[in-house]
């Protein structure tokens, strides 16, 4: 593999080793994507204030996250489909984030299975769940993770309905991948990855196949089951129903306003991803950074807040977290890697942000995360920093 120095890199890897339809279901958003560059745009609007002569010999990059302790304050969200970008995917994330000492989640809509995935890494693990139409589905779900150990349910309430990614329509995705006269000479240009594939045992939603409610198993029945099962009337009350079925931690994954982060709170979730799903719904959701202190200010401190969406360095991460955050969910950013060297290229993606995340922290004269506040940040609302911005875009000046 090429010298890699940043996630940037792997992306442009991951780009040349993937059809343009699958690295474009990876990377593309909802309409005009909007949301999807207005998250990494957020970033850019805050700088750093670093503290002199502090004594940052040794630093610690490690958190707590639901009480278990981690290397690095960055886990893996759940991603569907990753078992297409390499063969048993979803396996190989999991192994790598074990290693790296943090939390995978496994996407309901994963190509391996709830127990492989288990069975292949240690925990912790998170299941992440959508609640469907089809409740005993959904239950049996959560009784599955459950019985397979996961440490905690993740589940998702930003998908009533499936966002219009216009990357896809154009390209025909469909799951499993068609060959078509359209991406014939695209797949013919990507070999490589087509020979890998022939490795993995199904190109489809693995936890599904075994499904009563199936009348035909084939891969285009399963997919055609999963796409109907969407529920756009899930309320409060399917949460209050979903809090009897599992014991365990509760998170909620897709929260942007601070009135639905409080009311998650008051029934019973350990923590908060704040998360507009990568801009990947409704395009025209404010960035996820940009959302993060109202809603650290409405939980008080009643939950965990976990901050995803656009975070591509190690400095991002350390942002998130002087804001309030208590680590970060990444998605782009390790499926570049599964794309681009498998297993190991996830724990370099882990390893880059590990070094960068240590280093921000030495050149910022701040030792230990749990020190970050917002006193490190000159932010939109400071007066110099509007200041510079309004001369920015002045040419008269005699810089």
Request: aromatic content about 6%; charged content about 25%.
């Amino acid at each position: 593999m090429p010298r890699v120095a940043n996630i940037e890199d792997l992306r442009r890897l991951a780009r040349r080793r993937l059809p343009r339809f699958l690295f474009d279901f990876v990377e593309g958003g909802a309409d005009d994507e909007v949301t999807v560059r207005a998250n990494r745009e957020a970033f850019a609007r805050y700088m750093f204030r670093a503290r002199a002569l502090v004594d940052v010999g040794t630093r610690d990059v490690s958190t707590t996250l639901l009480g278990q302790r981690l290397a690095l304050p960055v886990i893996l969200g759940p991603v569907g489909l990753a078992g297409l970008l390499a063969p048993r995917g979803e396996l190989l994330v999991a192994q790598a984030a074990a290693r790296k000492g943090t939390i995978s989640t496994l996407s309901t809509m994963s190509v391996c299975t709830i127990e492989e995935v288990a069975a292949a890494a240690p925990a912790p693990q998170w299941f992440q769940l959508y609640i469907w139409k089809d409740r005993g589905i959904t239950g049996s779900l959560v009784e599955r993770a459950r019985a397979a150990g996961y440490s905690a349910l993740c589940l998702t309430v930003d998908v009533p309905d499936m966002g219009n990614r216009e990357r896809d329509v154009r390209n025909g995705f469909v799951v499993p991948p068609r060959l078509t006269v359209a991406n014939a000479l695209d797949l013919l240009m990507h070999l490589g990855w087509a020979l890998r594939m022939t490795r993995s045992p199904r190109a489809t939603f693995g936890n599904f196949e075994d499904s009563k409610a199936l009348t035909r198993r084939d891969a285009v029945s399963v997919a055609a089951y999963t796409s109907r099962q969407f529920d756009p009337s899930v309320t409060w009350s399917d949460l209050e129903w979903l809090r009897g079925l599992w014991p365990g931690p509760l998170v909620l994954k897709g929260i942007t306003r601070a009135e639905d982060a409080r009311r998650a709170v008051e029934h019973g979730v350990q923590a908060i991803v704040v998360s507009n799903h990568g801009g990947r719904q409704l395009d025209g959701l404010p960035a996820a950074l940009d959302v993060l202190p109202e809603i650290v200010d409405a939980v008080g401190g009643k939950a965990e807040i976990i901050l995803d969406g656009g975070v591509r360095r190690g400095s991002d991460v350390v942002k998130a977290i002087a804001l309030g955050a208590r680590a970060c969910m990444i998605g782009r950013p390790f499926l570049y890697g599964l794309a681009a060297a498998g297993e190991a290229g996830v724990e370099l993606v882990l390893e880059l942000f590990r070094k960068e995340i240590d280093r921000t922290l030495t050149l910022l004269g701040c030792p230990r995360l749990e020190l970050l506040e917002p006193s490190y940040l000159r932010g939109p609302g400071s007066q110099s920093f509007v200041q510079v911005l309004s001369l920015e875009g002045k040419q008269d000046k005699p810089w």
